[in-house]
């Protein structure tokens, strides 16, 4: 059996079950969601599993890909309960795409977890190519596609409706964490080049998220905080861009360290 970077048995038994045809060439992977962040209320959260594959080379180089891979034992036309486990694993090659783009749940994977694994501590040991300035913009936006979500601005999504929490609280206040947590770590990322997991204000993060905050407390401190986020940005010591250059070499060479180990 190749290197895996799986070690929980549990996490290795829902992987099997969800049927991912590359177990042994998942090169990181981590428990992510409200546990990653360190803002998981009891037990009111599913399991939400991510992770980076390096696909064989006929899928990377042929004529067919296998970009990503997602299963739920929720599906898709209802909400996940505590019980459901969700399972998101990119290429590396989709992963470093969206990396590079500034992605916030992309750039997640270069804090979370640990580097066990020969091929992802490549990726790792180049992890400033992928910081840059302009990915502040990237957290700004995801912030205000979810704040018009807990005004109404933009609608709720199907999936993602939180009925019983706009009831019982007004808004919804999972979303309203995730949005300050998103600017707390753009501001880190800006100042410090980093994103600290689980978040240093988990303790604030999980009190917006029990109801604690008005709507109107909630709307003020996300404008102050995307002011902080914006000043940060533009006072930033990061590169503006990412060096893409650099990010392909890392990728390649990950590739081809991996596949020659695999066939040895």
């Given at each position: ?19 991912f ?83 916030p749940?992309?750039?997640h ?20 190519a992928?910081?840059a ?8 936006g ?12 933009r ?8 009925p ?19 600017l ?8 410090k ?72």
């Amino acid at each position: 059996m190749f290197e895996s970077s799986v070690t929980s048995p549990r996490i290795f038994r829902e992987i099997r079950r969800s049927g991912f045809p590359y177990p042994d060439d998942l090169i990181h992977c981590f428990v992510g969601g409200s546990e990653l962040h360190g803002a998981k209320i009891g037990d009111t959260h599913d399991l939400d599993i991510y992770g980076v594959y390096v696909e064989p080379p006929e899928l990377a180089l042929g004529l067919q890909d296998f970009e990503h891979f997602t299963w739920s034992t929720g599906g898709d036309h209802r909400r996940n309960t505590p019980d459901d486990v969700d399972i998101t694993f990119y290429s590396l090659k989709k992963w470093a795409t969206l990396a590079a783009k500034g992605n916030p749940t992309a750039l997640h994977f270069l804090f979370a977890g640990d580097a066990s694994h020969a091929t992802w501590q490549i990726i790792q040991d180049g992890r400033p190519a992928f910081l840059a300035r302009e990915s502040a913009e990237q957290f700004l936006g995801f912030v205000k596609a979810q704040v018009q979500r807990v005004t109404g601005e933009r609608g709720r999504g199907a999936k993602g409706q939180r009925p019983e929490i706009e009831e019982e609280f007004g808004y919804d206040t999972k979303a309203a964490m995730h949005s300050c947590r998103l600017l707390y770590e753009c501001m880190e990322l800006m100042q410090k080049g980093t994103i600290t997991l689980p978040r240093p204000e988990k303790d604030l993060l999980i009190e917006i998220r029990k109801g604690c905050w008005s709507l109107e407390r909630f709307l003020d401190e996300i404008n102050r905080l995307c002011q902080m986020a914006e000043d940060a940005a533009k006072a930033s010591q990061l590169p503006e861009s990412v060096d893409r250059q650099t990010i392909s070499r890392l990728v390649a060479k990950a590739y081809l360290q991996h596949w020659t180990k695999s066939i040895v």
